[in-house]
């Protein structure tokens, strides 16, 4: 009898630690969040192994700094794009052998762009989609040699910042200043043909910079204002479907913490620099794992969350810990995928996990940034 009484506790626990909750209408998959406990990172603990993919060194090929609003995109099984200061986009295949950059592109003429807002891979016509600041997309292909130029005629606050391909015609478009949603634009009939609201806004601050992500024929979406929804984007009807909530409980910021605030600029304040409470800033969302990136007093913590299981840890990230966990910009299948410069990466990895250590001894300063492929045990 007390065999089956424990039984049927687990079981009830089970049920209720996979529950769905009913919010703002629909049926919503709850991940409580671990923020009671910030564990320093053990790499043996949170990975199987580490793989280091060099980038092609050459005249041609060499990368300076970062650009600021996205570092690079992982096209799985067939592009490393990596975005530099310059507006320069460059294309690895994934052995990290150069195979193109746009830097014969960049100018103001009429097959060219002159600064870059965002960039797209379009999975569906194989070209590099370029936004500029002005509305323009200049579409190219994997050889940077120019396809065609379109004009954005859609109405805006301010201006579109982010980008994604969703069809073959199809773009969803991001302006910073309308919160909680985006548009459909139609390049075949030259206008945007609807607008898609999302709930579970918390704050106005714009900070993850990849809204969208297309793995597995499933279009993952994570909104780039703070926001505890994560949803999955039904390209049929040309709607977001409800799919996961992340709910950090008491220690995670809400809606609530910030009412009394009147501005944006007032609610950013609080959070970054008066706030006790763990404040969503950037999310991946894959098949099996949501990284996500937590700000709290001016430090930077990273919790990693098994979709299937909802184990999940957050771990700290400071300057004297042994290693670090990266700022990943991908996550696919059990995969995190970070960039890292030569002389950072003692900081990212553990060398007892890596695949290929006899690397390690032929790191560089001069070299390109590394991809570094983190295989996710738990």
């Given at each position: 009898?007390?065999k089956?009484?424990?039984?049927?506790?687990?079981?009830?626990?089970?049920i209720?630690?996979?529950?769905?909750?009913?919010?703002?209408?629909?049926?919503?998959?709850?991940?409580?969040?671990?923020?009671?406990?910030?564990?320093?990172p053990d790499?043996?603990e949170?990975?199987?192994?580490?793989?280091?993919?060099?980038?092609?060194?050459?005249?041609?090929?060499?990368?300076?700094?970062?650009?600021?609003?996205?570092?690079?995109?992982?096209?799985?099984?067939?592009?490393?794009?990596?975005?530099?200061?310059?507006?320069?986009?460059?294309?690895?295949?994934?052995?990290?052998?150069?195979?193109?950059?746009?830097?014969?592109?960049?100018?103001?003429?009429?097959?060219?762009?002159?600064?870059?807002?965002?960039?797209?891979?379009?999975?569906?016509?194989?070209?590099?989609?370029i936004?500029?600041?002005?509305?323009?997309?200049?579409i190219?292909?994997?050889?940077?040699?120019?396809?065609?130029?379109?004009?954005?005629?859609?109405q805006?606050?301010?201006?579109?910042?982010?980008?994604?391909?969703l069809?073959?015609?199809?773009?969803?478009?991001?302006?910073?200043?309308?919160?909680?949603?985006?548009?459909?634009?139609?390049?075949?009939?030259?206008?945007?043909?609807?607008?898609?609201?999302?709930?579970?806004?918390?704050?106005?601050?714009?900070?993850?910079?990849?809204?969208?992500?297309?793995?597995?024929?499933?279009?993952?979406?994570?909104?780039?204002?703070?926001?505890?929804?994560?949803?999955?984007y039904?390209?049929?009807?040309?709607?977001?479907?409800?799919?996961?909530?992340m709910?950090?409980?008491k220690?995670?910021?809400?809606?609530a913490?910030l009412?009394?605030f009147?501005?944006?600029?007032?609610?950013?304040?609080?959070?970054f620099?008066?706030?006790?409470?763990?404040?969503?800033?950037?999310?991946?969302?894959?098949?099996?794992?949501?990284?996500?990136?937590?700000?709290?007093?001016?430090?930077?913590?990273?919790?990693?969350?098994?979709?299937?299981?909802?184990?999940?840890?957050?771990?700290?990230?400071?300057?004297?810990?042994?290693?670090n966990?990266?700022?990943?910009?991908?996550?696919?299948?059990?995969?995190?995928?970070?960039?890292?410069?030569?002389h950072d990466?003692?900081?990212?990895?553990?060398?007892?996990?890596?695949?290929?250590?006899?690397?390690?001894?032929?790191?560089?300063?001069?070299?390109?940034?590394?991809?570094?492929?983190?295989?996710?045990?738990?």
């Amino acid at each position: 009898m007390k065999k089956e009484f424990l039984a049927l506790s687990f079981i009830l626990l089970f049920i209720i630690s996979c529950k769905e909750e009913k919010k703002d209408g629909v049926h919503t998959n709850t991940i409580a969040i671990n923020l009671n406990q910030i564990y320093e990172p053990d790499f043996k603990e949170i990975f199987n192994s580490i793989e280091i993919c060099p980038l092609e060194v050459s005249d041609s090929s060499f990368i300076g700094k970062f650009f600021s609003r996205k570092r690079a995109i992982y096209i799985p099984g067939k592009f490393y794009v990596v975005i530099d200061a310059n507006y320069v986009i460059h294309l690895f295949d994934m052995n990290g052998k150069f195979i193109s950059n746009s830097s014969k592109c960049i100018g103001q003429g009429p097959k060219e762009y002159f600064i870059l807002q965002d960039v797209a891979y379009n999975h569906v016509n194989n070209t590099i989609d370029i936004l500029d600041p002005f509305g323009n997309v200049t579409i190219f292909d994997p050889h940077f040699r120019y396809v065609s130029k379109i004009k954005i005629k859609a109405q805006t606050k301010d201006r579109f910042r982010k980008l994604f391909v969703l069809d073959k015609t199809q773009y969803a478009l991001f302006d910073d200043t309308e919160r909680g949603s985006f548009i459909i634009y139609d390049t075949s009939k030259n206008e945007a043909i609807k607008k898609v609201t999302y709930p579970g806004l918390i704050a106005e601050i714009s900070a993850n910079s990849t809204p969208f992500t297309y793995s597995d024929h499933t279009f993952y979406f994570v909104p780039p204002e703070v926001n505890d929804q994560l949803f999955i984007y039904n390209k049929d009807e040309k709607k977001l479907i409800p799919s996961i909530r992340m709910n950090g409980g008491k220690r995670s910021i809400s809606k609530a913490d910030l009412v009394h605030f009147t501005t944006t600029k007032e609610a950013s304040e609080f959070i970054f620099q008066d706030s006790y409470k763990y404040t969503p800033v950037d999310r991946l969302y894959g098949q099996k794992y949501i990284i996500s990136t937590y700000f709290n007093q001016q430090k930077t913590f990273i919790n990693i969350c098994n979709i299937t299981t909802h184990s999940n840890k957050t771990f700290k990230r400071e300057e004297n810990l042994r290693y670090n966990l990266p700022a990943f910009f991908s996550v696919v299948g059990n995969i995190g995928y970070a960039i890292v410069y030569p002389h950072d990466v003692e900081k990212f990895v553990d060398p007892e996990l890596v695949i290929n250590k006899n690397f390690l001894a032929t790191i560089k300063e001069d070299d390109n940034p590394y991809i570094i492929k983190y295989s996710i045990k738990f």
